[in-house]
């Protein structure tokens, strides 16, 4: 079930996605991944927010040292406006992981929420440099156009 989950998402059916993830939780409720899963999913498409966070927050208990259950935490923590949590989660992860490009956009993204225009700019031109998804490069280049 989760296999046909990420299938799906692969190739954008998000609602469909989700739905299977819910289910595969269902029979193992506590396996990071599908946690993991499902909060980014919700959290990617507007869902609710309070869930998706929940769900990370199981799944970095479950594996606090993987670093993709700790951006999903912490990319929840921005979209809740919990601006310190999310950059305490994100600086962490970009020290361990320099070259990650999603790490540096969304440490960018809430540098900038912070009001930090300029570690913003240098964070998110250093995710740049480090070839994110065809998706995340748009995303990058939008926060970069608003930034003055």
């Known amino acids: 079930m989760a296999q046909l989950a990420a299938a799906l998402e692969s190739r954008g059916q998000n609602s469909d996605s989700i739905r299977l993830y819910r289910r595969a939780l269902e029979l193992k409720p506590e396996d990071p991944r599908l946690l993991n899963s499902l909060a980014s999913l919700i959290v990617e498409n507007n869902g609710d927010i309070n869930e998706a966070r929940r769900l990370a927050e199981r799944a970095v208990l479950k594996s606090p040292d993987e670093p993709k259950f700790?951006?999903?935490l912490g990319?929840?923590?921005y979209k809740e406006n919990m601006t310190d949590?999310?950059?305490q989660l994100f600086n962490r992860l970009v020290k361990q992981y320099p070259s990650d490009p999603t790490?540096?956009?969304h440490l960018g993204a809430?540098?900038?929420q912070k009001g930090d225009?300029?570690?913003g700019r240098e964070a998110l031109q250093l995710a740049l440099a480090n070839k994110?998804?065809?998706e995340n490069v748009e995303k990058v280049r939008q926060l970069l156009a608003g930034v003055h």
């Open 70 to 72: 700790m951006d999903t």
């Open 75 to 77: 990319w929840t923590y």
């Open 85 to 87: 949590r999310a950059l």
């Open 103 to 105: 790490f540096r956009y």
């Open 110 to 112: 809430t540098l900038l």
């Open 117 to 119: 225009p300029q570690a």
């Open 132 to 134: 994110p998804s065809k």
